[in-house]
T-cell receptor, first 117, second 114 residues
Framework: DTGVSQDPRHKITKRGQNVTFRCDPI?????LYWYRQTLGQGPEFLTY????????KSRLLSDRFSAERPKGSFSTLEIQRTEQGDSAMYLC???????????????FGPGTRLTVT | KQEVTQIPAALSVPEGENLVLNCSFT??????LQWFRQDPGKGLTSLLL?????REQTSGRLNASLDKSSGRSTLYIAASQPGDSATYLC?????????????FGQGTRLTINP
């Protein structure tokens, strides 16, 4: 299967610890998105990459959050000094944009569920 | 700022009934609208994608319509089954944004009773 994959699928951590999640997009996709979904809500945009460049960050992304996509392939999302409010599902999606006026479907991974105790 | 609303928040119907889920959005400048299914604790499964130039899409027992001018979409589920129980999310791709981020509604939690 060549869909979007995420690792780990579940993470339980204690408040104050650092965590890192990984997303592997569909191989030819140049865009990668991170979303966060809290209980009972729809997903909300966090940030996105065009190849290796991080082009936009939501105000939801505090200074404790950092995302990278070093070679334009996989991406990592790190949360430092986790808080209970960080407990959520973190979803990754990828798409292929081939020009300034092209619009493409986003394909989602299975998500990483984070629980901060 | 684009906002997406889904009504109702929860719906419970007996097996076999046809049903309609509603989605509304505030800005008609969208490039597509997508319906997703989410099972408890799981990720998103894409059900139907409607491009902005289209009026509807069908897949099996599912039919989604799009009326950009009124800012509405509906998801029609025919002959519902207990396996259809899940949360259904609507999302629009905002044409005005370079990021093409998806803006989601809060979802409709659907329960089909045997």
């Amino acid at each position: 299967d060549t869909g979007v994959s995420q690792d780990p699928r579940h993470k339980i951590t204690k408040r104050g610890q650092n965590v890192t999640f990984r997303c592997d997009p569909i191989s030819e996709h140049n865009r990668l998105y991170w979303y966060r979904q809290t209980l009972g809500q729809g997903p909300e945009f966090l940030t996105y990459f065009q190849n290796e460049a991080q082009l936009e960050k939501s105000r939801l992304l505090s200074d404790r959050f950092s995302a990278e996509r070093p070679k334009g392939s996989f991406s990592t999302l790190e949360i430092q000094r986790t808080e209970q409010g960080d407990s959520a599902m973190y979803l990754c999606a990828s798409s292929l944009i081939w020009g300034p006026d092209s619009f493409s479907e986003q394909y989602f991974g299975p998500g990483t569920r984070l629980t901060v105790t | 700022k684009q906002e997406v609303t889904q009504i109702p928040a929860a719906l419970s119907v007996p097996e076999g009934e046809n049903l309609v889920l509603n989605c509304s959005f505030t800005d008609s400048a969208i490039y597509n609208l997508q319906w997703f299914r989410q099972d408890p604790g799981k990720g998103l499964t894409s059900l139907l994608l409607i491009q902005s130039s289209q009026r509807e899409q069908t897949s099996g027992r599912l039919n989604a319509s799009l009326d950009k001018s009124s800012g509405r979409s509906t998801l029609y589920i025919a002959a519902s089954q207990p396996g259809d129980s899940a949360t259904y999310l609507c999302a629009v791709g905002d044409r005005r944004e370079l990021a093409q981020k998806l803006v989601f509604g809060q979802g409709t939690r659907l329960t089909i009773n045997p």
